[in-house]
């Protein structure tokens, strides 16, 4: 068994078992390698079936992360290899692991403190008690890597209000627990401190009413004692402009109106900057995505995503842009494509056509 994923079981007064999972990789900001994906959803499938256990609560170890994403460099590696089937086999397993959090039977806290982005947003979206804390920064990151945001995404980000969700795949714009909370990535605010304290407060619940109901009652006393804390959410402050921005009709459009951007505003300069520094492709594949998903149920978008990532990872920017950012450390991508108007509706339509009869993830 890893050492990067523990799980440990807590008992309640009223005879119970609370399941904890706690990644536990700080090096590399807990972000998920294809051993710990594996193992959590062996753990928690187990947990799903065991009438002892009434609540699960997922965490990250240390004070910087729940989780910062996957292991990219390991997909990059499998990827200069052409081991598609090593590529195909982390996506699925990881989108498996996603989707039983959706569909668990049982409460789930996830305790997202620190950085939460990318695969940590795959872990968290599913849960029913999506704690925030003081110490909470979000994003999707995935333009920066040459991919998209998948986890999940095609079917989060449709559901942000006023093209908020566009705006935050198309420049990959850091989220403080406000935004968070507003774009409902997180539905809990709760102060870092009070982590130990909300453990305690599960162990002494009365486990004999319904589970939802008593995960409530100690969730929200927390979130209760924080109310206050909370910072200005910069999403909401600039909703019509996003709104606005994400608003034209076309790609081009969009990306024409976040470089005419003129902003005194350092959170909006540096999301402006990202967006126009991206890889040209995973941006059209990201749009691409959004609109073909805009009413897919959430297993349809898994489904959708898997495709797309084994093609984006095998044959777009992706190890190029996972080269730039963290192997080599140069920022200095060479991407395929310079500008949108170079990718033809042929190379874009070829990243969405599967490569099986039946679908890996037909059974979910």
């Not at 994906?37 to 065991?50: A, G, K, V």
């Not at 605010?189 to 619940?205: E, K, M, P, T």
């Not at 109310?227 to 709104?243: F, M, N, Q, T, V």
Request: glycine share 8%; net charge negative.
């Amino acid at each position: 068994m890893s050492e990067k994923v523990e799980f440990q079981e807590l008992d309640t007064v009223s005879g119970h078992r609370i399941g904890v999972v706690t990644l536990n990789a700080p090096k590399s900001l807990n972000a998920l390698d294809q051993e710990m994906i594996n193992e959590l959803h062996r753990q928690l499938l187990s947990w799903h079936n065991d009438e002892g256990i009434v609540c699960v609560f997922l965490q990250g170890t240390g004070d910087r992360a729940f989780c910062a994403g996957g292991d990219v460099r390991a997909a990059r590696e499998s990827a200069l290899i052409n081991n598609k089937a090593s590529v195909q086999a982390f996506f699925e397993q990881e989108y498996r692991l996603d989707h039983l959090i959706h569909v668990y039977k049982k409460p789930v806290i996830c305790w997202g403190h620190g950085f939460v982005m990318g695969g940590g947003v795959g872990l968290m979206a599913g849960a029913d008690f999506r704690v925030v804390t003081d110490t909470t920064v979000m994003a999707m990151p995935e333009i920066t890597v040459g991919l998209y945001p998948d986890v999940g995404g095609s079917w989060l980000l449709g559901r942000m209000p006023a093209k908020t969700g566009l705006f935050v795949a198309l420049t990959a714009c850091q989220l403080n627990p406000a935004d968070a909370m507003y774009l409902g990535l997180g539905n809990r605010f709760v102060d870092h401190a009070f982590r130990h304290n909300v453990l305690a407060s599960l162990q002494q619940a009365d486990w004999q009413q319904d589970a939802y109901q008593a995960t409530y009652n100690v969730v929200q006393e927390y979130a209760d004692q924080s109310a206050g804390w909370l910072p200005y959410s910069k999403i909401r402050e600039h909703r019509d402009l996003i709104k606005k921005m994400m608003g034209k009709p076309s790609l081009p459009g969009i990306m024409a109106a976040l470089e005419a951007l003129e902003t005194s505003d350092e959170w909006l300069s540096k999301a402006r900057k990202t967006a126009l520094n991206g890889s040209p492709l995973s941006i059209t594949l990201t749009y691409e995505q959004l609109q073909r998903t805009r009413h897919f149920s959430l297993k349809e978008a898994f489904q959708s995503e898997l495709t797309l990532s084994v093609n984006t990872v095998l044959q777009g920017d992706f190890c190029e842009g996972v080269r730039a950012l963290l192997v080599d450390k140069d920022r200095q991508p060479n991407w395929e494509y310079a500008t949108l108007a170079d990718i033809s509706r042929e190379t874009v339509d070829a990243f969405f056509v599967p490569d099986w009869e039946t679908h890996p993830l037909a059974d979910l």
